[in-house]
């Protein structure tokens, strides 16, 4: 197969000739994709019959017509049998004209005169070599293209000469082939002047960075550096008073900054850049903003000289004003107590930079405060307090204004200083009384600002007249509003008796003692209180003095503790106050108090809560006193349930009592209840246990009827589950002959008896029984027997045995067990046969009996792994009965071992298939009992979840099946068996069998003559499951493109 060279438009064929054994398949690539022929009846006749491939015996051709450069790839004819596979391959190139080439065109080293223009080969040179390139251009004035340039096809740039200065220019590029030229590639626009003009100004000046002595300065390169690289920057700058722009610095190269030193803090400054190139400097850029040279970072600092304490009059206003030292500038606030304050109508705030003003207008009293001033930044802060003092008229002396002391020429007046001085002291108080006849207020005294306790004696009063008082504090400011006397007083002797104290309240208590307060009485009668008498009452009977309480200065707490009290009595107090005119009335009584603990963990008493009993349908009522405080929280439950008022019981819960109830009690109600009481200190809880006294429920059944004879029978039967609440007494049984229809009693027996023996029946009769429970509350239902029975002789063969099965087996024996016969024919059952069968024989043989009626047995001397199965028949005196069905088929083995895979079976064939192929291993045994669960693994991988994979579990028994399969599905195989005695785990190769993979490269040629040469190879990788029995060597033969088959190597 040659590699072949054809023009655009006309056809690429190969004809080739093969061989193999059988008659290999042929297929025919292009690059990756599969040839195949054309569709003869495609609607495109441009492509209809374009690629055909003909096969023929030991020949192919294939034929591609009207080719293009698209056709120009690698193609591959391969040959695939059973044996194996083969391919060779050739270059098919068609010729055309190139593409265009690559751009963008790149334009350089403009002048007035000339260009340099630049590109990239085309893609596609058309499948033969670039002979040359040219080169066009067109003025943009007269849109005309002109060949200007041509160079050979190993060039990609050109110079392109006399152009005109000033022009505007495109230039494009052609590539020529031997087959003829390519589309044109086009440039931009480009204007012939020569590069050597100044750049444009440096853009966006900035200030990143600045200290007090220097500023860091960035730009950005000018948008046109005029045809030249810039060489360097030139610095200008401008102070606040300097009439122009002076130069500074000039940077050393195009560094894009430059840091400008020797300023001085405080000065106003601006910058401004010009770039350089070779023809010299710009213009210079746009001025940055003034900058005042300062540090960039400062911690605030507040200038303290004006923070001094103000002091001002009521309605005034004052104002601080503070510098603030900081960079960045600083955010300012005022605030009283951490509570920022904010513009209103009496505050004004004014933040400037470096400045923080404060101002307060029409001050009141309240605005004496300490105010904090504080200024922040990124870098910390600082903060100061200064207090504003407003001074005024004091507030009014404090209340109330005390009256005391009462006598017909004088009394005492007691008060207290203003809660607010105005700010300054208390020079002095001013005492004036209301003349009771000119109803006018005039001076009575005054009294010393610093005095204390304040209080003023007032003398020169007229018997029997009625007088006010009031009261004024004075400082340097003024005098404060009058504190005025509740209520006149009139001028006498005070000796009245006082009027009532208030009613006592119980403050507190506990089981021996009660905390009683008062109130003093409204009026002392005009004479201090000088004790009190307190007074109890004790479960309704008289008033009884407790005790005195003094009251020596007039201001005690009027409290008392009442002690040595009894604990549920009921008590109440009343209070009498004394002065020098003797008692008042007494107070009104506390209402009335139950003396008890005030903290009482609970307590039930259980004096009701023994069992109690009561006929069905009865009543019983539990009535249950609880103790505690406070009062506790009582429940009532039935295994863990609350109970609460329902159907046939209802709970009533009160204060220190509970009370449950059961009306037309049931047998259900017979229950050991739960009474629970709690409150914050504790709990307790009791059971009570109820019983409802009933007849008791019918024997449990079945009644059992055997033994029968012509004359008699047993019976047998279980006793009842509920005996009623008391004991059973005896059972009664009765008999119905089915002739007469009527009960009879047959007989009584004990109550620890359930069977009886009946005897007195006639021959050939039938007959029902029945049991009836007793106890003292009367008769049961009664229990029947299922079905009638004869009275006759039991001499007939009984049946056989029901649900003959094993019960337990080991290796060498086997345990039975079965039920009573449905009939026992008449007579008692006196032995059971067994009969056993090997799964080898044919006959039943007896193999032993049972232990008299017993209905077991154990055949020992079995063969491990044979199985057997066994029947029995029941004998009485009339013989033996018919065979039990058979148990099931059964091998002698252990009841209890660890899994066993059996190996011969695994490994006595090799277990391959072919690729593709389905692969099985089919029932493959494992044993162990309780059979064993079976898992098959492959590379640690459970083949269960596998889709291809199909697992069959069987007791004892695992097959697999695995489809599709493929040469990596080779390998070890691992079952596991597992059950609650252990597992085991064995290994097994599968073998997927297919062709070999190719020999394993390089393939080298040596010891090269002119009549042969010698090829070596190693191995393949895989050999397919199965050991490589020859190796093919083929030949090329270059001229004719046939592939022979040299030799075959073993």
């Known amino acids: 197969m040659e ?62 017509r009207k080719c293009t450069r698209n056709d120009s790839a690698k193609y591959r004819l391969v040959l695939k049998n059973e044996a194996g596979e083969i391919e060779i391959m050739a270059d098919g190139v068609v010729l055309g004209h190139p593409s265009r080439p690559c751009g963008p065109i790149e334009i350089t080293d403009v002048r007035a005169k000339r260009a340099k223009v630049g590109w990239n080969k085309p893609e596609d040179d058309g499948g033969c070599k670039i002979e040359k390139y040219i080169i066009e251009k067109m003025e943009n004035d007269n849109g005309r293209w002109l060949p200007c340039e041509e160079v050979d096809g190993d060039s990609t740039e050109a110079v392109v000469q006399r152009l005109q200065e000033g022009k505007d220019y495109k230039f494009r590029v052609i590539a020529v082939n031997s087959e003829g030229e390519s589309e044109p590639l086009e440039s931009n626009s480009i204007n012939a002047v020569n590069p050597y003009s100044v750049p444009s100004p440096p853009r966006d000046v900035e ?4 200290e007090p002595t220097w500023v860091e300065l960035t730009w950005k390169v000018p948008e046109k550096d005029g045809g030249r690289p810039i060489t360097h920057y030139i610095i200008e700058q401008k102070g606040k008073y300097d009439i122009d722009f002076v130069k500074v610095l000039e940077t050393k190269d195009d560094t894009l900054k430059a840091r400008v030193e020797g300023l001085k803090e405080g000065q106003i400054y601006q910058w401004r850049v010009r770039a350089v190139n070779k023809a010299g400097a710009s213009s210079p850029s746009e001025p940055t903003p003034k900058h005042t040279a300062k540090y960039r970072n400062l911690k605030p600092r507040l200038v303290r000289d004006n923070l001094r304490q103000a002091t001002i009059k009521v309605g005034k206003g004052h104002s601080w004003s503070v510098d603030v030292i900081g960079e960045p500038i600083t955010d300012k606030t005022w605030s009283i107590d951490d509570k920022v304050l904010e513009n209103n109508e009496k505050i004004t705030i004014t933040n400037t930079d470096y400045n923080t003003v404060f101002e307060i207008k029409d001050a009141v009293r309240k605005d004496t405060q300490k105010y904090k001033v504080r ?40 008060w207290k200083p203003p809660a607010d001085d105005g700010g300054m002291p208390i020079q002095e108080y001013e005492i004036e009384m209301l003349c009771p006849k000119t109803k006018k207020w005039i001076r009575k005294g005054k009294v010393a600002g610093d005095k204390f306790p ?35 007083i009139i001028a006498k002797n005070a000796f009245d008796k006082p009027s009532k104290p208030g009613t006592p309240e119980i403050l507190d208590y506990d089981v021996d003692s009660a905390d009683i307060r008062w109130s003093s009485p409204k009026t002392d009668g005009g004479s201090p209180i000088t004790h009190y008498i307190i007074q109890q009452k004790v479960n309704g009977g008289d008033w009884q003095k407790v005790d005195v309480f003094n009251t020596p200065t007039g201001n005690e707490v009027l409290e008392y503790r009442v002690n040595g009290l009894v604990e549920s009595s009921k008590v109440q107090f009343r209070v009498i106050a004394v002065n020098k005119a003797g008692e008042s009335e007494p107070s009104d009584p506390s209402p009335t108090h139950t003396v008890k603990h005030r903290k009482l963990k609970p307590r039930i008493d259980r004096t009701n809560l023994t069992i109690k009993h009561a006929k069905v349908g009865g009543k019983i009522e539990l009535d249950v006193n609880i103790t505690g405080e406070p009062c506790p929280e009582t429940t009532w439950s039935l295994m863990g349930k609350e109970i609460t008022t329902a159907d046939n019981i209802t709970v009533v819960h009160t204060e220190y009592n509970t009370k449950f109830t059961i009306v037309n009690g049931t047998r259900k109600n017979s229950q050991r209840y739960k009474i629970m009481a709690t409150n914050v200190h504790g709990k307790d809880e009791e059971f009570v246990e109820i019983v409802f006294l009933g007849r008791p429920s019918k024997p449990m059944g079945p009644l059992e009827v055997y033994g029968v004879t012509a004359d008699s029978c047993k019976l047998n039967w279980r006793a009842p589950e509920d005996d009623g609440g008391c004991p059973i007494k005896e059972y009664l049984v009765e008999k119905m002959d089915k002739e007469t229809g ?33 106890n003292d509350e009367g008769e049961s239902e009664p229990l029947e027997a299922d079905k009638a029975i004869k009275a006759k002789n039991p001499f007939g063969l009984p049946d056989p045995p029901e649900k003959v099965e094993l019960c337990d087996w080991d290796v060498d024996h086997m345990d039975l067990k079965w ?24 006959e039943w043989k007896e193999v032993g009996a049972s232990d008299g009626p017993k209905r077991e047995y154990s055949q020992s001397g079995l063969t491990k792994g044979e199985k057997y199965s066994f029947r029995v028949r029941s004998v009485n005196k009339a013989g033996k009965s018919e065979p039990s069905e058979p148990t099931p088929w059964m091998m002698a083995k252990p009841r209890k071992y660890a899994p066993i895979i059996d190996r011969d079976y695994l490994y006595k064939d090799k277990i391959w298939t072919r690729t593709g192929k389905v692969l099985k291993h089919e029932n493959q045994p494992v044993d162990g009992e309780p059979a064993p669960k079976i898992t098959w693994y492959h ?3 459970n083949l269960a979840e596998d889709s291809n994979v199909t697992i069959t579990n069987v007791d004892y028994f695992t097959s697999i099946e695995i489809k599709n399969t493929v040469r990596k599905m080779t390998g070890i195989y691992v079952i596991r068996a597992m059950n609650e005695h252990g597992k085991d785990e064995a290994e097994v190769e599968f073998v997927v069998l297919g062709p070999p993979g190719p020999p394993e490269g390089p393939l080298e040629v040596t010891d090269v003559h002119k009549e042969g040469c010698k090829v070596r190879w190693r191995p393949p990788k895989d050999d397919g499951g199965s050991p490589i029995q020859k190796y093919y060597i083929e030949k090329l033969n270059l001229d004719t493109g046939m592939i022979i088959f040299k030799c075959i190597f073993f």
Not at 207 to 210: K, N, R, S, V
């Open 3 to 64: 590699d072949l060279v054809v023009k655009a438009g006309k056809s690429l064929s190969w004809d080739i000739k093969y061989g193999g054994e059988p008659t290999p398949t042929v297929e025919w690539w292009m690059a990756d994709k599969q040839l195949v022929p054309d569709n003869s009846k495609s609607e495109d006749t441009l492509r209809r019959g374009r690629i055909t491939i003909d096969n023929y015996a030991g020949n192919t051709v294939l034929t591609i």
């Open 207 to 210: 200030i990143p960075d600045y």
């Open 375 to 414: 200024a922040e930044n990124v870098n910390g802060y600082d903060e100061e307090w200064v207090e504003l003092v407003v001074l005024g008229r004091p507030s009014r002396p404090e209340g109330p204004l005390e009256v005391a002391n009462i006598t017909a020429e004088g009394c005492k007046l007691r």
């Open 454 to 488: 304040l209080y003023f004696d007032v003398d020169g009063l007229e018997e029997g007249l009625e007088y006010n008082f009031r009261v004024k504090a004075i400082n340097d400011e003024g005098e404060s509003e009058p504190l005025e006397g509740d209520k006149p």
């Open 742 to 774: 009527k009960w009879v009693p047959v007989c009584r027996s004990q109550p620890d008896v359930t069977n009886c023996p009946v005897k007195g029946l006639q021959e050939g009769h039938e007959y029902l029984f029945r049991v009836k429970a007793i």
């Open 819 to 842: 039920m009573f016969p449905k009939s026992d024919g008449g007579a008692p059952i006196t032995k059971y046969l067994v009969e056993m069968r090997n799964i080898k024989d044919e």
């Open 939 to 941: 590379k640690a991988r």
